[in-house]
């Protein structure tokens, strides 16, 4: 068979369906070959000790743990391979080459939405600022629309978002396109607020691109989806591959160069594939919106939480559903000018993880689902594989122990029963020696190839400041995360077992801020029990065998230095000499897109200090938008009136009201503060109050907060000027 031109649909000159199931056929195939293998040298190791119940669970463990080794390692094989030979992969980009020239952009407007809760303020809307700009560089300003919903939780967090809208809009001329809309009430979370959305401005658009808090796309790109769109009818979602950005802390930088250096293989594997099966990742992506609405609506889970009732990872099955109502999911892995945040610091990490481990197994109940395509159980399955897998890693290396314990306490010797091996005619003291360098081949190969797609190109290679600082870069992050993994698969198995006990979790805004590290306090009250397992392990494997003590160091070490270790990663400091030596840096560092030096310039200068006095600080939320007129005609208009005789609870509101102004804003709950925001009625009738009102009649800590605005009321107030 002959190759094909980069722009026809498959690698192979056969029709699409074919070259997919090609495709499938030898990926699938090369996996249970792998895993074959490795389950027979294991199987004939076992066979000699004679295979009793402990012999058959290990067995059944490592085929499991075993099998996702390989999978894992055949997709950065498949990624070498592909970029080994230097063709491009089939990717949803090339049909924007087929095009004769420049794609024109639908009349129709897409929508840009950004959901946040409880978010850093200024992190959010300096974000906002820097695609704004971006956009506006394309000349396709007039075809986007942006929206950003808010699920915050405090009368603060509110304001200040209120405050930022206004400013950023009359800094850059975007009333009309940037809209900001807070929800009454978070039902089902982040799910829930795209939701909502699309019950009520679902029409008006084509296409949705869906952002998080802590997302960064160029215009370039958002315009190219558009495109994508527009140009393949059939398509319902393009999911982008983000990359990592802005990262501080030296745990932060560690996953952000290995975000950077493998993420290209990985991407280029999975899509060899998935191809138009491909999976959503809740963000950086853009979603075709009638489809959406009709398709992708989220079934409630049989029972309560933690494994039943609302869907906490919606991504994984808006594909699945997307895919069901006959709509293809892409990945453009191609696509570059996307980028998000990662946690600072180990600790941070695990809370995430913990949020996305129960919102996995929750797909547990899909796996069977009507209607839903093999590709798609496979998502659902790999995903509660990543975290039920640790579980399976610390059950296989306890059956180990009770094994090793037993043969240690039996005084007897090996005795050579024959096995699988007279196949094959090794040594029996080569078979473990084959099985443990085949499973380092699978570990740590995809990074060596990584390295070499990297340090053989020269333009690529100075894009991350040369060959020398890409091989110390990966030996650094090889070594943490050697470290690191037995830390995470402890975190991983406590997840899996109190989801399993019933126990579940929040869904609060993601710490993303470096600050000043993690305290040893903290580090200790978190990663104590990491650090006692570890020592207690590594004595009992001492006094059992020290020559299997001496294989399992790796893993005691992880774990008796996991206090110190976190502390140590979560400096800022030891990041920034990283940096200074060049080290750990990624291209977007060494020379950075127009975004990211729109963003950091901005989220390096320093605000002007609020009008209200620090003193008030813990309430400025509630009394600033009382206050200030500017902000109070600002809140008001953006909440939905209602006349008199619609108005509940009137004798509340009152009650509420006569408190707030006698006894100050410290007597009313965050709850009551958020109930007298959302009223009308009552915002503009308290604001009228205040200045109205005798000081006589006034709680003191009112009269103090007019005189200090009066004191300083040289220009409205903004959070960000």
């Known amino acids: 068979m002959s190759e094909v031109h980069d722009n026809d649909i498959s690698v192979l000159d056969v029709s699409p369906i074919r070259s997919l199931l090609i495709r499938r056929l030898v990926f699938f195939s090369s996996v249970v070959t792998l895993t074959a293998m490795g389950t027979t040298i294991m199987a004939d190791i076992l066979w000699h000790q004679g295979m009793l119940f402990l012999e058959w669970m290990l067995l059944g463990l490592f085929l499991v743990l075993f099998a996702n080794l390989s999978f894992g390692f055949c997709q950065f094989v498949f990624g070498f391979l592909i970029h080994l030979v230097r063709r491009r992969e089939v990717s949803i980009s090339d049909s924007l080459k087929k095009q004769p020239g420049w794609v024109p952009l639908p009349i129709v407007q897409t929508a840009i939405v950004l959901p946040v809760c409880d978010e850093d303020v200024k992190r959010v809307y300096e974000g906002l600022r820097a695609i704004y700009r971006s956009v506006e560089r394309t000349g396709e300003i007039d075809h986007f629309n942006f929206f950003i919903l808010s699920d915050s939780r405090t009368a603060k967090q509110w304001v200040e978002e209120e405050a930022a809208w206004v400013e950023l809009c009359k800094q850059l001329k975007g009333f009309g396109r940037i809209f900001y809309r807070k929800r009454r009430t978070n039902i089902n979370r982040k799910s829930g607020n795209i939701s909502d959305f699309c019950r009520r401005w679902g029409n008006s658009y084509r296409y949705m691109i869906t952002l998080d808090a802590d997302s960064l796309m160029s215009g370039e790109t958002l315009v190219k989806l558009v495109q994508l769109m527009e140009i393949n009818p059939e398509v319902g979602i393009v999911q982008t591959a983000p990359q990592l950005m802005r990262a501080q802390t030296l745990f932060a930088r560690i996953h952000q160069f290995s975000n950077r250096l493998y993420g290209r293989l990985f991407s280029v594997g999975l899509n060899f594939w998935q191809m138009a099966e491909s999976n959503y990742w809740g963000h950086n992506a853009i979603i075709r ?16 939480e933690p494994f039943g009732g609302k869907i906490l990872s919606h991504d994984y099955v808006e594909a699945a559903l997307m895919r069901r109502g006959g709509w293809q999911v892409w990945l453009a892995y191609d696509l570059p000018g996307s980028w998000e945040e990662g946690p600072p610091n180990l600790i941070e990490f695990a809370k995430r993880d913990r949020r996305w481990c129960q919102g996995n197994l929750q797909h547990s109940w899909l796996l069977f689902a009507r209607g839903l395509f093999a590709v798609n159980r496979l998502h659902l399955g790999l995903g509660i594989l990543s975290y039920v897998g640790s579980f399976l890693w610390l059950l296989f290396l306890i059956v180990s122990f009770l094994l090793a314990y037993d043969f240690h306490n039996s005084g007897l010797s090996h005795i050579p029963t024959s096995g699988f091996a007279q196949f094959w005619s090794p040594e029996i003291v080569s078979e473990p020696l084959a099985l443990f360098f085949l499973t380092v081949a699978l570990l740590f190969m995809p990074k060596v190839l990584s390295v070499l797609c990297v340090v053989f190109q020269r333009d690529l290679a100075h894009s991350y400041g040369g060959r020398f600082r890409v091989i110390i870069g990966a030996l650094v992050e090889t070594v943490y995360s050697i470290f690191q993994a037995p830390i995470l698969m402890l975190f991983h198995s406590k997840f899996v077992v109190l989801t399993f006990l019933g126990k579940s979790v929040g869904w609060g805004a993601q710490n993303r801020e470096a600050g000043d590290g993690l305290g040893w306090r903290e580090a200790f009250s978190v990663l104590g029990a990491h650090t006692l397992i570890g020592i207690l392990a590594a004595g009992l494997c001492w006094w059992m065998d020290v020559i299997l003590f001496y294989w399992m160091c790796p893993l005691f070490a992880g774990l008796i230095f996991s206090i110190p ?40 200068t320093v605000d002007t200090p609020d009008r209200l006095s620090d003193a008030f600080a813990p309430d400025r939320g509630i009394s600033s938008v009382l206050i200030d007129p500017y902000l109070n005609g600002v809140h008001v208009s953006l909440l939905r009136q209602k006349r008199d005789g619609q108005r509940k609870s009137h004798a509340y509101f009152e009650s509420l009201c006569h408190k707030l102004l006698k006894e100050g804003p410290d007597v009313l709950n965050p709850k009551e503060q958020l109930a007298v925001l959302r009223d009308a009625h009552s915002v503009s009738a308290l604001h009228r109050q205040l200045w109205l009102l005798p000081s006589a009649q006034l709680n003191e800590w009112w009269n103090h907060a ?6 300083h009321a040289k220009k409205p107030f903004s959070a960000i000027t």
């Open 289 to 304: 919106l009638k489809p959406f609405i009709e398709h992708c609506a989220l079934p409630e889970l049989p029972g309560k």
């Open 565 to 604: 270790l976190t502390v140590f990663t979560s400096r800022a400091k030891w990041g920034d000499f990283m940096v200074a030596l060049g080290l750990l840096k990624t291209p977007e560092e060494w020379s950075a897109p127009y975004e990211l030096q729109v963003l950091n310039q901005y989220m390096n």
């Open 706 to 711: 007019l005189r200090e605005y009066n004191l």
